[in-house]
C-alpha cells in the first residue's frame, strides 16, 4: 500500500513537520474519534505567501498556498493518530480564509488548493465539507489560513 507521504510525493509535495503553535493555543485537539485542528498558515515550503489574493498575489498563487495549509493539516493530523496513518480515516471538513480585497469573489478557487491536495493524499476520504471566506488581513500577513476536522478511529 502506498503511504500518504508517497502519493504527496509522486505529486511533487513534501509533508512538512507538524508547526508548532505560536501563541497560546494548541496546534490540535482529539475529542472523541475527531480531530480538530489549528488554523495552518503556508508555512513550512519553499516560499512565504504573504499578501492579498487578487492584489499581491494571484489566484494561482493563492491556491498553492491553500494546498502548504493542507500539508501542515495532514501534519498536524498524523501526529495527532501517532504517526499511524491507518487512523486517519477522513477529512472531515475544512475552513479557509483568503487575505483578500472587498471586491474579491474567487476564495472557493483559491481553497480548491487546499481541497485537491486532501483528495490527492487522501482519495474519496479526502473530500470534505468546506467554507471559503474573504478576511480583510490575516496574522503577520499571510494570504490564506485553513483549519480542519479529521475522523480518526
Same mark, same amino acid.
Given at each position: 500500500? #502506498? +503511504?500518504? /507521504?508517497?502519493?504527496?510525493?509522486?505529486?511533487?509535495?513534501? &509533508?512538512?513537520?507538524?508547526?508548532?503553535?505560536?501563541?497560546?493555543?494548541?496546534?490540535?485537539?482529539?475529542?472523541?474519534?475527531?480531530?480538530?485542528?489549528? $488554523?495552518?498558515?503556508?508555512?513550512?515550503?519553499? *516560499? /512565504?505567501?504573504?499578501?492579498?489574493?487578487?492584489?499581491?498575489?494571484?489566484? /494561482?498563487?493563492?491556491?498553492?498556498?491553500? !494546498?502548504?495549509?493542507?500539508?501542515?493539516?495532514? !501534519?498536524?493530523?498524523?501526529? %495527532? %493518530?501517532?504517526?499511524?496513518?491507518? *487512523?486517519?480515516? *477522513?477529512?472531515?471538513?475544512?475552513? $479557509?480564509?483568503?487575505?483578500?480585497?472587498?471586491?474579491? #469573489?474567487?476564495?472557493?478557487?483559491?481553497?480548491? $488548493? !487546499? +481541497?485537491?491536495?486532501?483528495?490527492?493524499?487522501? $482519495?474519496?476520504?479526502?473530500?470534505?465539507? *468546506?467554507?471559503?471566506?474573504?478576511?480583510?488581513? &490575516?496574522?503577520?500577513?499571510?494570504?490564506? /489560513?485553513?483549519?480542519?476536522?479529521?475522523?480518526? +478511529?
Amino acid at each position: 500500500m #502506498t +503511504s500518504i /507521504e508517497e502519493k504527496l510525493a509522486a505529486k511533487g509535495y513534501t &509533508l512538512p513537520e507538524a508547526p508548532e503553535a505560536l501563541f497560546n493555543y494548541v496546534p490540535y485537539v482529539v475529542s472523541g474519534n475527531l480531530v480538530f485542528v489549528a $488554523g495552518q498558515v503556508p508555512i513550512g515550503g519553499s *516560499r /512565504e505567501y504573504k499578501g492579498k489574493v487578487g492584489v499581491d498575489l494571484s489566484v /494561482e498563487e493563492g491556491q498553492e498556498a491553500a !494546498a502548504q495549509c493542507a500539508l501542515n493539516l495532514l !501534519a498536524q493530523a498524523r501526529d %495527532a %493518530a501517532g504517526g499511524d496513518w491507518s *487512523r486517519v480515516k *477522513r477529512c472531515v471538513k475544512l475552513g $479557509g480564509f483568503v487575505n483578500s480585497a472587498p471586491d474579491f #469573489t474567487d476564495q472557493s478557487v483559491v481553497l480548491n $488548493g !487546499a +481541497s485537491d491536495l486532501m483528495v490527492e493524499a487522501l $482519495g474519496d476520504a479526502g473530500r470534505h465539507a *468546506r467554507f471559503a471566506v474573504s478576511a480583510p488581513s &490575516l496574522p503577520a500577513g499571510f494570504a490564506v /489560513e485553513v483549519d480542519g476536522v479529521f475522523e480518526i +478511529s
